[in-house]
């Protein structure tokens, strides 16, 4: 037996499930999950010493690889200094000014400890301006693990087929409306038919829950013009796709302004992190400044604070870096598009700058009923052999694959040729 496999038993005596998140414990895919010991650059390695090119990225964050050294400097420096105030320390001051100087929509911002809470905590504020309390969410997109985003949720609850959780109270999801991605006319019904309501439109500007899907043109505009119409907010939830897609994210990429966005783990640089932050006279509105409540201890954790400012300071310093990340993502992944039709498959590979994903499905899959459609049993037998390869990817169907700048072309090469293989292998079964 494998020490990942004697770990993972051993922690399900403990742990419900055996993890601390769901979708770690490659349940849809049917392996063990696989227990990290350590990693570096671009790789992975586990319990038993297997190593991986790692595709994952702790979800996002590890943008320039595992362990870069200036973050790694910046972290163990501010050990050093102290774990936890839970007090005002100057490097949060430097943090909002890094990011209301980088993203334009945000004129303040406010610090939290995961996308989960950032999300929570813009609804709230998007409520208390308004004073309305419906949202807008669309089916597929995840917005955290809060009560009131677990309705046609993606990410590990699409996985586990339980997209509205049991324990959330009705009274919790009452006020939260669903449409369809892709989809502006569904929005339109929703405000036609109580737009006085509306407190706010949360979207993914690209989907990365329910695997990759991409706004089509004109949709995110649309939302914004939909929302300046009927006095409602847009929020961004920029978890995945901000700091990745440019420096300024996905609003930054598709030249939209959101009036709020939600930050996560990436402005951490692998610590715990996520923020909320946008229009002035929105966020003045958090206490102690304003009525709505939202706090927290560890918020603007020193440690962490170090580590996202050396990430973002390097992401912001360095020359052409979202040129060069994206046109290894682009070539990357019209590799594997490539792959797959020259092995006749009708697979769809999605993806947008270092984000993509495959859906084992013929049509486009532009919404939640079409990555449904994808057949999640290929994807298991897929994800198995890649991983038996030395490719660590997302345990599931409806998450991404998150390139880093650690990774190489020749990396990169080696995962197509690897692919190519499964393709030319599971063509003759
Ligand atoms: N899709 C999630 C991150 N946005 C997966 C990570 C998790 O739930 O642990």
Redesign the pocket.
């Known amino acids: 037996m494998s020490k990942s496999e004697m770990l993972f038993q051993e922690a399900a005596r403990f742990i419900p499930g055996g993890v601390n ?4 414990a490659f349940g849809s895919v049917g392996e063990t999950p696989r227990f990290i010991a350590s990693a570096n650059g671009a790789y992975m390695t586990d319990a038993d010493g297997n190593q991986y090119l790692d595709f994952v990225g702790s ?1 996002g964050p590890m943008i320039l690889g595992h362990n870069h050294p200036a973050v790694l400097d910046a972290v163990l420096n501010a050990c050093r200094q102290g774990l936890s105030f839970g007090a005002a320390t100057e490097r949060e001051v430097e943090m909002a000014e890094l990011i209301c100087s980088i993203v334009p929509s945000i004129e303040m911002v406010r610090m939290v400890n995961s ?1 989960t809470e950032a999300v929570m905590s813009a609804v709230r504020a998007a409520r208390g301006f308004t004073g309305r309390s419906k949202i807008v969410k669309f089916a597929g997109c ?1 917005h955290g693990h809060s009560d009131s985003m677990l309705v046609k949720a993606g ?2 609850v699409m996985t586990a087929g339980i997209p509205d959780s049991a324990g959330v109270p009705e009274g919790c999801t009452q006020d939260t409306l669903t449409a369809v991605y892709n989809d502006l006319e569904s929005v339109e019904e929703l405000f036609r038919a109580c737009g006085s309501e509306i407190a706010a439109v949360i979207v993914e500007p690209v989907a990365a ?1 329910m695997g990759v899907v991409l706004p089509e043109k004109g949709f995110l505009a649309g939302l914004r013009e939909i929302c300046d119409r009927s006095g409602a907010l847009l929020i961004f939830d920029e ?2 796709t901000g700091f990745r897609l440019s420096l300024s994210g996905a609003q930054g990429y598709f030249d939209i302004r959101p009036d709020l966005t939600t930050f996560g783990k990436i402005i951490g640089g692998g610590m715990p992190v996520g923020a909320y932050g946008g229009r002035k006279d929105v966020m003045k509105l958090i206490a102690p400044s304003g009525p709505v409540y939202q706090a927290g201890t560890l918020s603007g954790n020193p440690v962490a604070m170090a580590a996202g400012l050396a990430q973002l300071q390097i992401l912001r310093d360095t020359p052409d870096f979202y040129e060069k990340l994206n046109r290894k993502g682009d070539s990357f992944f019209e590799g594997m598009k490539k792959a797959v039709q020259e092995a006749g498959k009708p697979w769809r590979i999605n993806h947008v700058g270092s984000l993509g994903c495959i859906f084992f499905t013929d049509g486009p899959v532009s919404n939640y009923a079409q990555a449904k459609t994808s057949d999640t049993e290929a994807f298991a037998s897929y994800f198995s052999y890649m991983l038996g390869h030395g490719i660590y990817l997302a345990p599931s169907q409806f ?1 991404a694959m998150f390139l880093s700048a650690a990774m190489t072309e020749k990396e990169l090469e080696g995962f197509l040729e690897t692919f190519k293989i499964y393709l030319k292998e599971s063509q003759a079964k």
Do not use: A, D, L, T
């Open positions: 998140s769901p979708v770690r979800w996308g995840y990410s590990g829950n978890v995945i998450e």
